[in-house]
């Protein structure tokens, strides 16, 4: 029985995939056959180029894996990983998936640590899930100390695996309102991806709707209950002239940037990602 070829094998796939609604099919069917071939995209790519042939263990465990992705389980789920910046990260059930678009609110928060004058600038990223942006943070300013805190048992464990070998990151299983009070007043940057959607806006991609923690999604009525938390509690963090970063829904930036006014921060500011949306509001503690 003639092997399929890897060409026709990602093919049927991407077709699969784009009949089931999958937003990016092709890129999602070469990612599958590079997990089951233990090659990257570029490699694939590279092997259809070729003419590479499937053999039929592959083939069988490329079909199982489309099958889950075209229920639209995170594809993250089905790889075990998920890129940021520079990053490859370990997740699966029961942490948020780290997007591309928290890479660009992540540079802020490096860029004002690694302007920061002192010798070992402390930072902090409150909500840190997967540890995505605390472990960016750790390995992008060296010298920095970062702590990172989470509530959730589930995400933490995910976040123990990927933050395992930073040596200047520590890790906290806790409640963002009251952990680590040893630094209040120390900090220079405090980086927040929270829970920010409303109770009753039911994300619209099955993948989130479905797959990401509730914890990690919804943010009270209007969306901003841990938003409020996170100004209080970041006022005591920060030393005078610390930086604030809050990622945040497009819609939210002059809501979130009233919030901060009226608890005293300075100078709030929204900013837009790679696609034109407000993104993140940052602010300065008086």
Do not use: K
């Not at 995939?17 to 999958?22: C, D, H, M």
């Not at 591309?100 to 928060?109: D, G």
């Not at 395992?164 to 900090?187: F, H, I, K, P």
């Amino acid at each position: 029985m003639p092997q399929t070829t890897l060409a026709a094998a990602v093919r049927a796939a991407a077709e699969r995939l784009s009949a089931a609604g999958v937003p990016d099919p092709l890129v999602d069917a070469e990612l599958l056959a590079g997990h089951v071939r233990g090659l990257s995209r570029g490699e694939v790519q590279a092997a259809i180029v070729r003419g590479d042939e499937l053999d039929d263990a592959d083939a069988s465990a490329l079909d199982a894996l489309v099958d889950r992705r075209a229920a639209r389980e995170p594809l993250q789920h089905l790889t075990g990983v998920a890129p940021f910046r520079h990053l490859e990260l370990a997740v699966g059930p029961g942490v948020f998936v780290p997007r591309p678009e928290t890479e660009i609110v992540a540079q802020l928060a490096i860029d004002a640590l690694a302007a920061d004058a002192s010798a070992s600038p402390v930072a902090v990223d409150l909500c840190t899930g997967s540890g995505a942006i605390a472990l960016a943070m750790a390995s992008e300013v060296p010298h920095a100390r970062v702590f990172a805190v989470e509530l959730s048992p589930d995400a933490h464990a995910w976040a123990a695996r990927n933050t395992a070998a930073a040596d200047n990151l520590t890790l906290v299983l806790g409640d963002l309102a009251d952990t680590l009070v040893e630094l209040d007043g120390a900090a220079s940057v405090v980086i927040s991806n929270p829970p920010y959607v409303p109770d009753d806006a039911i994300p619209r991609d099955p993948e989130v709707r479905l797959h990401d923690p509730a914890l990690a999604l919804y943010g009270g009525a209007d969306g901003l209950d841990v938003v409020r938390v996170l100004s209080t509690r970041a006022l005591r963090l920060l030393r005078q002239g610390g930086l604030l970063v809050i990622e945040h829904g497009e819609l939210q930036g002059a809501q979130i940037r009233e919030l901060l006014e009226r608890d005293g921060w300075r100078a709030p500011t929204t900013h837009r990602d790679l696609t034109q949306r407000d993104r993140a509001t940052t602010a300065l503690r008086p």
